[in-house]
């Protein structure tokens, strides 16, 4: 059941990862230029706001639509930062009820029907006791999916946005050396790799979204414009601040390691007691 379990969460990551590169790729949607008279919900509500802030940043820095993303996207993140601060706590929660959650699983590990429901009904009235979502690993990524589409597409549709340079390269082109794609995968793994520090080995069940999503930013960094790796840095670097900031993980691996020594110290002794017990017990049957 588990594992089933782990490859269902699998899929439904590499389902979300495959359509967000189909959305990206340019599948179903307005080329026409953006502007404040731009009709239906999307174009109106999502990708002109988006186009209007980053141009009045850039205006600030003298028309350099460079510093423009790079302000807006560090704004979006501070947005978006009580829910990956909710994301995380429930993580570290995750992490400190394991010893509870293993005992669960040997008390119910028989594999008929009515044993699962019961494993299942203790386990979330286990989560519901320590507020833990386990869905909270994966609505971060599914907010940030609309934003990321409608930053690609207020790139595309702005011609000021499109034609601007950046460094060597052109913000509505891709990158002719793949420095930025490169620097993005690499800050995907570091940032994923972090928040992914002292986890518990079922969360480790999504490691592989560690090394899947810098191979998958590296492919859109190499295909789409410049200005969406430089996104995905900025937003990995302020991630990774983050993450130190709120949750330190190489404390949270050390405070791990150490908890799970003295299970595992415990765990000995007793056995060592147990057997001791069951040795007098039998010198005296000899006697």
């Known amino acids: 059941m588990k594992k089933k379990k782990n490859l269902k969460r699998k899929l439904f990551i ?75 706590k429930s993580q570290k929660e995750m992490m400190n009820v394991q010893p509870k959650l293993k005992e669960l699983q040997a008390k119910y ?25 386990p869905m909270m690993g994966c609505l971060p990524l599914l907010i940030q ?11 595309s549709r702005t011609a000021e946005i499109k034609t601007d340079t950046f460094l060597w390269m052109t913000l509505g082109n891709p990158d002719p050396y793949y420095i ?20 518990t080995q079922q969360n480790k069940s999504m490691a592989m ?3 899947i999503m810098p191979v998958m930013i ?19 670097v302020f991630t990774v601040f983050q993450t130190l900031l709120i949750n330190n993980p190489f404390k949270n691996k050390r405070e791990q390691e150490a908890l799970e020594a003295a299970q595992a110290e415990e765990a000995r002794l007793q056995k060592k007691a147990s057997n001791m017990k069951a040795s007098k017990k039998g010198g005296k049957k000899r006697k």
Request: net charge neutral; proline share 4%.
């Open 180 to 199: 930025l794609p490169i620097i993005a995968a690499l800050t995907t793994f570091l940032s994923s790799k972090i928040s992914m520090m002292g986890q």
């Open 145 to 155: 999916m609309p934003i990321l589409i409608g930053f690609y597409q207020a790139i």
């Open 109 to 133: 590990a028989s594999k008929d029907n009515e044993t699962k429901q019961k494993l299942q009904q203790e386990t979330m009235r286990l989560y519901q006791e320590h507020n833990i979502n």
């Open 14 to 88: 590499a389902g979300l990862v495959v359509l967000l590169m189909a959305v990206l790729s340019g599948c179903g949607y307005s080329t026409e230029p953006i502007t404040k008279d731009s009709t239906g919900f999307w174009s109106h509500y999502i990708v002109f706001p988006l186009s209007w802030i980053i141009t009045w940043f850039a205006d600030l820095f003298g028309g350099n639509y460079a510093m423009g993303i790079i302000v807006v996207t560090i704004l979006i993140r501070l947005l978006i930062m009580p829910l990956m601060i909710k994301q995380i």
């Open 218 to 236: 590296l492919f859109m960094g190499i295909t789409l414009p410049s200005a969406l790796a430089l996104y995905w840095i900025i937003g990995n």
């Open 209 to 211: 979204i560690v090394y």
